[in-house]
């Protein structure tokens, strides 16, 4: 059996096995019932799963979108999701569970007075331990405006980060696979993309001079298989734009580790994207403490977690206790 073909059947079982799916190849109630963090009578937070889209796309296919009957919890109006989360990105997601709690959290968000704290595991990583990414970001392509870049004269985007934990060393199994026939400057054993395919926008003005940062070539990073330095970061976005927290790391010459896009990850048989919504904190109640949630670390990054020296408890802090689930507060 081929390396590429092995690498494909390896991604799509641990697809399938984080999905958790029935006999019918779809998530089942129980299992997106298991994923609530947090519920009470206006919202509910739960830990979407890496590789489930939110929404349903022009590709069909399933989504968190076709679960959201199984968390009526007795109202009559199934929840909506009241902000995005890339269908790659694990972990915290609010939903509204009527008309009225879901102004109100469009509200918060709009303001930006809504915490958010993702965990990121980087290739290298900033040589501080805290800091400001200030790049404004605008689409790539007027054909496809999920696809970002840095851009002088695109809209606003911050993002504060912090260092957690730091390795020199590149954990088993390895970050990108073998390299193939074409060696450093080739195409890499699980991929026929050219190492040149990384988006040129990728090399960016960085804010403050006219220096600019390009991420490692992919081909090179593949050739690593020890000694690759990780770096565990909290990241919190204070503007929310599309993809904001993947094009800033990137920008900065530390791509997010299993970011086939604006990172260094094969299409097939990578590690999976290494972002995880791990916290969130929603002032709702204007009486009562902001409500506090944090999701558990997903499977596929705590090998690269411990490696930059992180001790795991996924300690789950609701912020309140369940409620009947039938009143509209």
């Given at each position: 059996?081929?390396?590429?073909?092995?690498?494909?059947?390896?991604?799509?079982?641990?697809?399938?096995?984080?999905?958790?799916?029935?006999?019918?190849?779809?998530?089942?109630?129980?299992?997106?019932?298991?994923?609530?963090?947090?519920?009470?009578?206006?919202?509910?937070?739960?830990?979407?799963?890496?590789?489930?889209?939110?929404?349903?796309?022009?590709?069909?296919?399933?989504?968190?979108?076709?679960?959201?009957?199984?968390?009526?919890?007795?109202?009559?109006?199934?929840?909506?999701?009241?902000?995005?989360?890339?269908?790659?990105?694990?972990?915290?997601?609010?939903?509204?569970?009527?008309?009225?709690?879901?102004?109100?959290?469009?509200?918060?968000?709009?303001?930006?007075?809504?915490?958010?704290?993702?965990?990121?595991?980087?290739?290298?990583?900033?040589?501080?331990?805290?800091?400001?990414?200030?790049?404004?970001?605008?689409?790539?392509?007027?054909?496809?405006?999920?696809?970002?870049?840095?851009?002088?004269?695109?809209?606003?985007?911050?993002?504060?980060?912090?260092?957690?934990?730091?390795?020199?060393?590149n954990p088993s199994p390895p970050l990108?696979?073998?390299?193939?026939?074409?060696?450093?400057?080739?195409?890499?054993?699980?991929?026929?993309?050219?190492?040149?395919?990384?988006?040129?926008?990728?090399?960016?003005?960085?804010?403050?001079?006219?220096?600019?940062?390009?991420?490692?070539?992919?081909?090179?990073?593949?050739?690593?298989?020890?000694?690759?330095?990780?770096?565990?970061?909290?990241?919190?976005?204070?503007?929310?734009?599309?993809?904001?927290?993947?094009?800033?790391?990137?920008?900065?010459?530390?791509?997010?580790?299993?970011?086939?896009?604006?990172?260094?990850?094969?299409?097939?048989?990578?590690?999976?994207?290494?972002?995880?919504?791990?916290?969130?904190?929603?002032?709702?109640?204007?009486?009562?403490?902001?409500?506090?949630?944090?999701?558990?670390?997903?499977?596929?990054?705590?090998?690269?977690?411990?490696?930059?020296?992180?001790t795991l408890d996924n300690t789950v802090?609701?912020?309140?206790?369940?409620?009947p689930g039938s009143s509209e507060g």
């Open positions: 059996m081929s390396g590429f073909v092995s690498a494909m059947m390896s991604s799509t079982r641990l697809l399938l096995c984080s999905l958790s799916l029935d006999s019918r190849g779809i998530m089942n109630a129980e299992e997106i019932v298991s994923r609530l963090l947090y519920r009470d009578a206006l919202v509910l937070v739960i830990d979407k799963p890496a590789g489930l889209p939110v929404h349903p796309g022009p590709k069909g296919g399933e989504t968190l979108f076709h679960h959201l009957d199984a968390l009526r919890f007795g109202l009559p109006r199934r929840p909506e999701v009241a902000h995005r989360l890339d269908k790659d990105t694990s972990g915290c997601i609010v939903l509204g569970r009527h008309a009225k709690a879901l102004a109100r959290l469009g509200d918060l968000f709009k303001r930006n007075e809504i915490d958010k704290v993702y965990w990121a595991v980087v290739e290298g990583g900033p040589e501080a331990d805290e800091g400001e990414i200030d790049l404004p970001l605008a689409p790539k392509s007027p054909d496809r405006g999920w696809w970002m870049k840095v851009d002088p004269k695109g809209q606003p985007s911050l993002t504060k980060w912090r260092v957690l934990g730091r390795s020199t060393d990108w696979g073998r390299v193939g026939e074409g060696g450093v400057n080739g195409p890499t054993g699980y991929d026929d993309r050219p190492v040149g395919a990384i988006p040129p926008s990728l090399t960016l003005p960085h804010k403050g001079g006219g220096d600019t940062v390009t991420p490692p070539r992919a081909g090179l990073l593949a050739s690593l298989g020890e000694g690759k330095h990780l770096t565990l970061l909290e990241l919190r976005p204070i503007t929310g734009r599309t993809h904001q927290l993947r094009v800033h790391c990137s920008a900065s010459g530390w791509p997010i580790i299993g970011d086939t896009i604006y990172g260094t990850a094969p299409r097939f048989g990578g590690p999976g994207l290494h972002l995880h919504a791990r916290a969130i904190t929603v002032p709702l109640y204007p009486k009562k403490p902001p409500i506090t949630v944090e999701a558990p670390v997903p499977e596929h990054m705590k090998e690269r977690i411990r490696a930059c020296g992180m802090i609701p912020d309140g206790k369940a409620d």
